[in-house]
């Protein structure tokens, strides 16, 4: 079997670069090639270089950095530039698909309408299209712009998905909000939790003393790309509830904050004392070190975000108990899974309540954790896909 595997996101920092190595290492005994941007960023993976396809293409600009600067029209402008540009890179993915072949072609990451320009344009038969859909609810939840595009393109992607054999996406409720909003994927989707590496002894002291963060107080940690829609502001809310036993790592890259945003909001919480910040672009090592010294990862999501989180599931992998919003794809993780507390509602005391739950029994929520990061591994979701390409 020859697999392709096809991914834009690498250009950008953040998950998409782990997602594609620990797929491309993962799938054992199997001919696998990627085809991403020119300017993708693969420097600390294991990927053979005789394996990478690129497109001429550039990804990177769509970064959400540099639309900070058109202020609330950013995101229209960065949707559409997606759009423009995802077609242009699955142009590129036809004109590499008429010199050379495959058995599947699995695309890891695509803009809606991209993706069903692909769909429409690509003539092989024998190909079998597998696509992994991230941000899943097309129901209407809210009526932000992002909900209202999902809505209004659902036509064109129920014709994308016939002529699709398989769709991944991450967690069993997002699965059945899928089929709720296209009953033709009821038998052709796998709802698949997000992986994560399996726990290793750590020595979460001496990570703390070499970050310089307190070892007697409680490390609630917040990581990864700084977002709107991560509610930065609730998370620094819910640290001010907390007693002062209580210290909070940010660390990670401002998407679409400005640096004095931060700050402001730190000061009027009245909490500089009891936070430690790190902003800009984390190395996988920085990554990985501030969650080893974390006892708890905290969560915010907009309470209207229905999809898995890449650092939700990455505390697996450093025994990290969590706190998440409720509703979604993050609730039914957590709640069945025991690794943490889901707040009652989206509100800074309700986030405070639940860390002070996990707090409470920290190690019985790590054994947990621990349990759980062997069961959903980078091996198991690999062999999963296996399964989905010989169809």
Not at 341 to 347: D, E, G, L
Request: aromatic share 10%; glycine share 6%; hydrophobic share 35%.
């Amino acid at each position: 079997m020859k697999v392709l595997l096809v991914s834009g996101s690498v250009s950008n920092s953040g998950h998409g670069t782990v997602y594609l190595n620990n797929i491309h290492k993962n799938l054992k005994d199997i001919d696998t090639d990627i085809f991403v941007p020119k300017d993708a960023i693969l420097g600390d993976t294991d990927i053979d270089v005789n394996s990478i396809h690129k497109s001429d293409l550039t990804f990177s600009k769509l970064s959400r950095q540099n639309y900070a600067k058109y202020g609330k029209l950013g995101i229209v402008k960065r949707g559409f530039d997606r759009v423009f540009n995802g077609i242009k890179f699955h142009k590129d993915l036809l004109k590499h698909l008429k010199i050379k072949n495959y058995d599947v072609v699995h695309i890891l990451d695509s803009e809606y309408i991209s993706y069903w320009y692909l769909a429409k344009k690509l003539k092989k038969k024998h190909v079998r299209l597998v696509y992994t859909l991230h941000a899943s609810d097309f129901n209407l939840q809210s009526f932000t712009i992002g909900s209202v595009y999902k809505y209004l393109i659902k036509t064109m992607l129920n014709k994308s998905f016939s002529k699709t054999a398989h769709v991944v996406c991450h967690g069993e409720w997002i699965k059945d909000r899928l089929v709720l909003a296209f009953p033709k994927l009821k038998n052709k989707i796998s709802g698949i939790d997000y992986p994560s590496n399996a726990y290793t002894e750590i020595d979460k002291d001496n990570l703390k003393a070499e970050l310089g963060v307190p070892l007697d107080k409680t490390i609630i940690s917040f990581l990864g790309m700084i977002r709107r829609d991560k509610k930065i502001e609730v998370a620094i809310q819910t640290i001010k509830q907390l007693p002062d036993n209580f210290h909070f790592v940010i660390a990670g890259s401002l998407s679409d904050y400005k640096l004095e945003e931060i700050e402001s909001l730190i000061k009027e919480a009245k909490i500089e004392s009891r936070v430690t910040r790190t902003f800009k672009y984390l190395s996988l090592k920085e990554y990985e070190d501030n969650f080893k010294a974390s006892d708890i990862f905290l969560s915010t999501h907009s309470d209207s975000f229905p999809s898995a989180s890449g650092p939700v599931s990455d505390a697996r992998s450093y025994g990290v108990p969590v706190v998440v919003p409720p509703k979604g794809q993050l609730e039914m993780y957590v709640n069945i899974n025991k690794v943490g507390q889901v707040a009652k509602k989206h509100n800074a005391k309700d986030f405070a309540d639940a860390c002070l739950l996990v707090n409470n029994e920290i190690n019985h929520y790590k054994n947990n954790v621990i349990k759980v990061s062997q069961n959903l591994s980078w091996e198991s979701f690999g062999n999963k896909h296996v399964s989905i390409y010989n169809g």
